[in-house]
């Protein structure tokens, strides 16, 4: 029942608001069938956004659930302060995304930031991190694996924890090194997590908008002089592109 109130109907409602041309005001204006599709299909932004979308995602996703699966194989040992350092890896994830931003946008600002501070200081030319869209995605990426890594690691971490210690006794037995226990009894013990961190990560990479959108809100002023104020930036992805474009229907009236 919870799901059909506030999973099903507001999937189907969402459908049905497609079909039509809907204003933000004045609300249904009626039916016009796939021509919103049509529009979108037809729109280069779309399509810009996408690649961001998926750009941002592979490049955040992958490292981050092999980062969180070595933590978490770190954090299953004995260690002093064990608590702290597993509360600590999830305290990333509990900060605003508006700290994390003003952090990050210090951390990659083009003339002060640390980051190009420190590639000065290995001989390395600074990076226009906000203004090119590889860089802009490693940005962005980088801010995504700060936030999640924790988080991820600690699912693993109560996993493994699961497995009996028995395994890893009986391959101990056999003559297998840590690194063969860990790809032969953890992993594969740990198997229905890593499959529901994936799809979990899937999901919130392809609806990835605050960390764009967080980053550009501090840089606005370079946004309005290089491309106007409703163009899709270098990191936006596909829900930042629907908001971009929703606001400049709005406001010239469409």
């Not at 988080?151 to 890893?168: S, T």
């Not at 946004?223 to 936006?236: E, H, I, M, Q, Y």
């Amino acid at each position: 029942m919870l799901f059909a109130v506030f999973g099903f109907f507001p999937l189907l409602y969402t459908a049905w608001v497609s079909l039509h041309d809907w204003h933000l005001i004045d609300g249904d204006q009626g039916f016009v069938g796939v021509a919103n599709y049509s529009a979108l299909f037809a729109d280069p932004d779309f399509y810009n956004a996408l690649v961001n979308t998926a750009s941002i995602f592979l490049v955040s996703t992958v490292p981050q659930l092999l980062a969180a699966l070595g933590i978490a194989a770190l954090l299953n040992r004995p260690l002093r302060a064990g608590t702290a350092w597993r509360a600590g890896v999830l305290l990333p994830n509990v900060v605003s995304v508006v700290a994390v931003t003003l952090v990050f946008a210090q951390l990659f600002r083009r003339d002060s930031g640390v980051v190009n501070w420190i590639l000065g200081m290995v001989g390395l030319e600074p990076v226009d991190w906000e203004n090119q869209r590889r860089s802009s995605h490693l940005a962005v990426a980088v801010m995504v694996m700060w936030r999640w890594t924790g988080y991820n690691a600690l699912l693993y971490l109560a996993a493994m924890r699961n497995i009996p210690r028995e395994l890893y006794e009986a391959a101990a037995l056999d003559g297998a090194s840590r690194w063969r226990s860990f790809w032969s009894v953890t992993v594969p013990g740990i198997r229905p997590t890593i499959v529901f961190t994936v799809v979990v990560s899937t999901i919130g990479g392809l609806q990835l908008f605050a960390e764009p959108t967080g980053r550009r809100l501090f840089t606005v002023g370079n946004v309005l002089a290089r491309s106007g104020p409703c163009d899709p930036p270098a990191s936006g992805g596909v829900g930042h592109g629907d908001v971009h474009g929703g606001v400049e229907r709005f406001f010239s009236g469409r």
